[in-house]
């Protein structure tokens, strides 16, 4: 039987099996030599690679300095025998103390994508040790992307910390729909983020508001409010996402607060104003 | 042995011309060049569309040579520049980029003067670029098309926010999919999903859009060279399949004479997407000629690796190459010397140093012309005008479906299967997706996507069929005999008359062919009206219902769509199967051992089609399934890459992909299911119908009516070893279904 293996191999065309030929002195040769691409290249190449040599190879990966790396980490210890353990260890990061802990753990439950992790992740996300780590617990829950984590989401809106309010405004985007619906997020619960002090928190949840309309979810209230944005928000990246959802929602309440912002002083502005314009109904 | 071969490679090294004083232009009558200026960064593999540098920044070099004047049109800090295309009247060039301060890649236009197009456009004169895309998503490689509009790839959904972006094939990345635009940003068009990547598009002067594309279903996993028209519809394929390959991945592939193409061929990873200059002729300049059967290829630079081993010094590797007008042999280069693969570079905390370069092709010769010291220089661009290709009008417009209209002329006529008249009773669609949609894991032992049999539509009596299925969805056909299995042939194409490839199509799009991978230069031609353009007729496949929708919980032959072993497969086998291959060692039970000879840990299996759990432990790959799905599609898979040691006498019994050569079905001989349902009449009639011709065994008689399967359970076990042999479906799916 291994001889037949091992003719197939031979016999198939090189080039239809990139993602072949992983070994464990490949994955040890590329992490000794730090590159990112070279790690998540051998991970990737040993996707069916079974092998109790690579684990401790990988194992320490999930807390190497390139996030590339921590997701591809996560993702091959999650094919293998250790991904319960692997599971256990990030969860029991998240109740501990260690906030570059608890971020790596955010990044390789990410790439894991076990629904089951996200009870752990709403605790931590609730208080977050730090910023960091709440973004990547933020960015976990949306990449598990289960309907089931909306209220985790629209909860953290309302962190104290603005990176953890942009990231679930964004992670909101990526949940996937309830049956039935159209898409997860909706406006009322990122309204109020318009206001927020930060311009990054501000861009996201209008980026959120844009993918709801150009979706077909429920904008409601919101051309009015993405406007006055547009117009008058200190911040031109702000104006420019305003101006670039208004477009997404076809509404032809926008047209003036866009006609104004194809005068605005960033010329960015002006031309994504421009293009809003043009698809409004 | 390593030295001679340095030496070998060091004395055919191409020559690099001498220094002048620099103002010898080698591009003739090129005025001058644009090019992008970025600080190296790791690029990720062919496909990664967002990486390989920081700091970037749009320069024109004026006139084209070591002493040309350099401006830097967009004047960026830290933002990003990672591709561009001129206007057909050179005047303007549109490029993808991250703005200083934005996190995503989006289209932006400046003309060659520095000046503000968009502004020109409202009447102000003004200095830099504009931005005519915007929001959560990236939209990377524009390139201009014909009457005022841009074709870019974003990873953008076409189907709205109910569910992600399809992700690659190793669920690492969002995929980016083909979108058009009007040159002002308005009247986004997005274009139907691929199951992975599409990337690095050119317009060939003929007025189609070619592009890579990544390629897997089952075991192929490539990136190849695919066309589609400019409206999106009418995807082929263009080189690099039939075996006419010479690398793994051909990328930024630009034409400089009708049907012949520049291209870059490289490993998929590991080389900064960078690799060896390929010629590649399409199958002629006319159109109606051209196939992938007809295509070849010409190594220009063959002592550059076409793998990821390191280039040797004076060798390097080609990231990008762009044809000089008026000369076929010397190419604009994107070019670094030395060992350009990532690994090596980074152990001497080092990266390619790329820079712009003259190739010719007649001399072997490399001609510098702009490589500053920490930073890349990359994809140059001759500033000449060049002919504006036609607007095209989509090859074929179903009516009456919102859907897209799939159809064939005749299902006979193949160039790749070995096909007899008759023998096909039925086409197979089935739908392709990814863990987008939720599975944390894979969803088997095999390589296969997930799928749900979407329908299967008849044959007509002269080999023609249509089906409306749902719009922007990858589908792949597979014809069906008359027992409801995937069709045994023979030909290039395999032993399986289904194509290795994804279709697609768009809302209101005619995917007509002639036949089944007919020869592509034989003419479809069919009239406007034509009935096979005509949805009416045609069974509706889903057409409009939601994605997520789209599964059975019923699994009768004409219900089923996935197929969840634990729900679909294995109460059969609990239920007529069991009680012989229970995990008894015995004659029904045969008993293996696996060694992993690296790690010497050892699984020991026997036989049994239980519904028991059982889990894969050799090695660090643990898988727990029902012991049925060990027993029939593993453990082998589980191993395919391991140095291992077998004792005992394990099958292969589902042949992930072809039930027709599954050991399981032959042995279990399925009736005839059509054009009605015979159990007298068996597939393979020289082989017996187990578990009959057992006997009685372990005081259970094979021929008791009870162990007998029905047609329909037949049937499931076909539709399971035909669409991959997987584990799990949308059925199945842990979580729920959303």
């Given at each position: 039987m291994r001889t037949a293996i091992v003719m197939m191999a031979l016999l198939a065309p090189l080039s239809a099996f990139a993602g072949r030929g992983g070994s464990t002195v490949a994955i040890k040769a590329a992490a000794q030599s730090g590159s990112a691409d070279a790690i998540v290249a051998e991970l990737e190449r040993a996707e069916f690679l079974a092998c109790l040599s690579c684990i401790d190879a990988v194992l320490p990966l999930v807390d190497h300095e390139s996030a590339r790396v921590r997701d591809a980490a996560g993702w091959w210890l999650g094919r293998r025998g250790v991904r319960s353990q692997v599971i256990s260890t990030m969860q029991a990061r998240l109740a501990g103390g260690d906030p570059v802990a608890a971020r790596n753990a955010g990044d390789v439950l990410a790439a894991m994508r076990d629904y089951t992790t996200l009870p752990a992740l709403t605790t931590y996300l609730s208080q977050p040790l730090d910023e960091e780590s709440g973004v990547s617990v933020a960015r976990a829950v949306g990449i598990i992307g289960h309907p089931s984590a909306v209220a985790t989401l629209q909860g953290a809106l309302a962190s104290p910390l603005s990176g953890v309010r942009a990231q679930a405004a964004a992670s909101l985007r990526q949940l996937r729909a309830p049956?039935?619906?159209?898409?997860?997020?909706?406006a009322p619960a990122l309204l109020p983020l318009l206001g927020d002090s930060d311009a990054g928190v501000r861009r996201e949840a209008i980026m959120t508001l844009g993918f709801v309309g150009q979706s077909g979810g429920d904008v409601s209230g919101a051309v009015a409010a993405l406007s006055a944005v547009a117009t008058g928000d200190a911040s031109p990246g702000v104006r420019k996402a305003a101006a670039w959802a208004l477009g997404e929602m076809k509404d032809g309440a926008a047209r003036p607060a866009l006609q104004a912002a194809q005068s605005d002083s960033d010329p960015l502005v002006r031309s994504i104003a421009t293009a809003a314009l043009a698809n409004l109904r | 042995m390593r030295k001679p071969l340095i030496t070998l490679a060091l004395a055919a090294a191409l020559p690099i011309a001498g220094c002048d004083n620099g103002q010898t232009n080698v591009l003739g009558g090129v005025p001058a060049i644009a090019y992008i200026s970025r600080t190296p960064a790791d690029t990720g593999n062919v496909f990664d569309y967002t990486g390989g540098g920081t700091d970037g920044n749009l320069f024109t070099l004026t006139p084209p040579t070591a002493s040309g004047v350099k401006k830097n049109l967009t004047n960026w800090a830290g933002g990003d520049v990672n591709a561009l295309d001129l206007s057909f009247d050179a005047r303007e060039l549109v490029f993808s980029g991250k703005a200083p301060g934005e996190e995503r890649y989006h289209i932006f236009r400046i003309n060659v003067d520095g000046t503000n197009p968009c502004d020109a456009a409202q009447g102000k004169v003004t200095v830099g670029p504009c931005q005519v895309t915007m929001g959560p998503n990236d939209e990377v490689y524009p390139i201009y098309l014909p009457a005022g509009r841009i074709f870019y790839v974003t990873n953008r959904n076409v189907e709205g926010g109910a569910v992600p972006q399809f992700m690659d094939e190793y669920e690492r990345a969002t995929t980016a999919q083909a979108a058009t635009m009007k040159l002002d940003g308005s009247d986004q068009i997005l274009g139907p999903r691929n199951v992975s990547h599409r990337v690095a598009p050119t317009l060939l002067s003929d007025g189609r859009i070619l592009m890579t594309e990544w390629r897997h279903l089952g075991d192929v996993n490539e990136g190849d060279l695919t066309i589609m028209q400019q409206d999106l519809t009418g995807v082929r394929e263009g080189f690099g399949r039939e075996s006419k390959g010479v690398a793994n991945s051909y990328l930024r592939a630009r034409e400089y004479a009708p049907g012949q193409l520049v291209v870059i061929g490289t490993?998929?990873?590991?080389t900064y997407q960078a690799g060896k200059i390929l010629r590649v002729n399409l199958g002629g300049s006319d159109i109606t000629q051209q196939s992938e059967a007809r295509s070849s290829a010409e190594d220009l630079t063959p002592l550059v690796p076409a793998d990821r081993t390191p280039s040797f010094k004076d060798v390097g590797r080609y990231y990008d190459v762009a044809p000089v007008p008026g000369n076929s042999d010397r190419f604009l280069t994107t070019w670094a010397d030395g060992a350009v693969e990532t690994e090596v570079l980074s152990m001497a905390k080092s990266h390619p140093d790329f820079g712009i370069y003259v190739f010719d092709a007649k001399s072997n010769t490399r001609y510098p012309i702009v490589n500053q010291p920490d930073s890349w220089e990359q994809s140059p661009l001759a500033i000449v005008p060049r002919n504006e290709p036609p607007t095209l009008t989509p090859l074929f417009a179903a009516t009456g479906t919102t859907g897209t209209l799939i159809g064939a002329?005749?299902?006979?006529?193949?160039?790749?299967f070995n096909v007899t008249p008759g023998s096909a009773i039925k086409v197979r669609v089935s739908e392709g997706f990814s863990s987008?949609?939720?599975?944390?894991?894979?969803?088997?032992?095999?390589?296969?996507d997930g799928q749900a049999r979407l329908g299967e539509v008849p044959i007509n009596a002269d080999g023609s069929f249509k089906a409306q299925i749902p719009a922007n969805t990858p589908v792949r056909l597979q014809l069906i005999d008359k027992f409801g299995m995937a069709l045994a042939t023979s030909g290039a194409g395999g032993d399986t008359a289904a194509e290795p490839v994804w279709i697609q199509g768009r809302s209101g799009e005619a995917r007509v062919c002639g036949g089944c991978h007919e020869d592509r230069v034989k003419p479809i031609a069919l009239a406007p009206g034509s009935s096979i353009l005509q949805a009416s007729g045609s069974p509706d496949l889903f057409t409009n219902i939601a994605r997520q929708e789209r599964r059975s919980d019923v699994f009768t032959y004409d219900k089923i769509m996935g197929v969840p072993w634990d729900k679909a497969v294995q109460p059969i086998l609990s239920a007529k199967?069991?009680?012989?291959?229970?995990?008894?060692?015995g004659a029904a039970n045969p008993s293996y051992t696996i060694t992993d000879v690296t790690d010497m840990t050892m699984f020991s299996f026997t036989f049994d089609l239980s519904a028991k759990p059982v889990t894969i432990d050799a090695g660090d790959r643990m898988y727990t399934y029902t012991a049925s799905y060990i027993a029939l599609l593993g453990p082998q898979m589980a191993f395919r890459e391991k140095q291992i040691m077998i004792t005992g006498d394990p099958k292969m019994y589902v042949t992930p992909g072809a039930a027709h050569s599954s050991v399981v079905v032959q042995m279990l001989n399925p009736p005839q299911r059509f054009p009605n349902v015979d159990m007298n009449v068996r597939a393979f009639p020289s082989k017996p119908v187990h578990p009959a011709e057992v006997g009685v065994y372990n005081g259970h008689d094979g021929a008791d009516a009870a162990y007998q399967l029905t047609a329909d359970e037949y049937y499931t076990l076909i539709l399971s070893s035909d669409s991959g042999g997987q584990y799990y479906a949308r059925e199945n799916k842990m979580g729920g279904p959303y």
């Open positions: 049956a039935g619906k159209k898409v997860a997020a909706s | 490993s998929r990873d590991r002329i005749n299902v006979y006529d193949s160039t790749m987008e949609e939720g599975f944390p894991g894979d969803f088997g032992l095999t390589e296969f199967c069991a009680v012989c291959h229970d995990g008894t060692a």
